[in-house]
């Protein structure tokens, strides 16, 4: 089935663009401060389709779940001051490629390093 590309699916994708990461409560009091008469059910509508059509994905990050626009392989650095989340390249990180691990295929991976991001330095 083909569905439209409604205005609402659009703000809550471009939401969580602009935003980069973001959680459910996040985005909600976004898109309500930002537009107007979009209900809780028309922004989780769209979060579940946007997840099922491959447009944004949902990960855990530490306690919490944090929306993504996908976008190429990446890690993610979350700084313990501000908790602002960063996206890593994988070229910024001496890693090994895993294709396999104790015989297992590996698919895929969510990386996060915990640390404090170069803003929160420059306060200290």
């Known amino acids: 089935m083909i569905r439209r590309n409604t205005n ?6 471009k939401s969580i663009e602009f935003m980069g990461h ?3 409560e996040r985005l909600i009091e976004y898109i309500n401060s930002n537009y107007e008469n979009i209900s809780l059910a028309t922004i989780y509508r769209n979060l579940s389709k946007l997840l099922e ?3 944004i994905k949902k990960l855990r990050l530490g306690q919490e779940e944090i929306y993504e626009t996908v ?4 890690y993610h650095f979350k700084c313990a001051k501000c908790g602002m989340i960063y996206d890593i390249s ?15 295929e590996v698919t895929g991976t969510d990386l996060m390093f915990v640390g404090i991001c170069k803003k929160c330095k420059k306060i200290s």
């Open 22 to 24: 973001t959680t459910s």
């Open 53 to 55: 059509e491959g447009q």
């Open 8 to 13: 609402q699916s659009q703000i809550v994708y």
């Open 90 to 104: 994988p070229s910024m990180v001496n890693l090994p490629s895993f294709e396999e691990i104790d015989g297992n």
């Open 71 to 74: 976008k190429e392989k990446h």
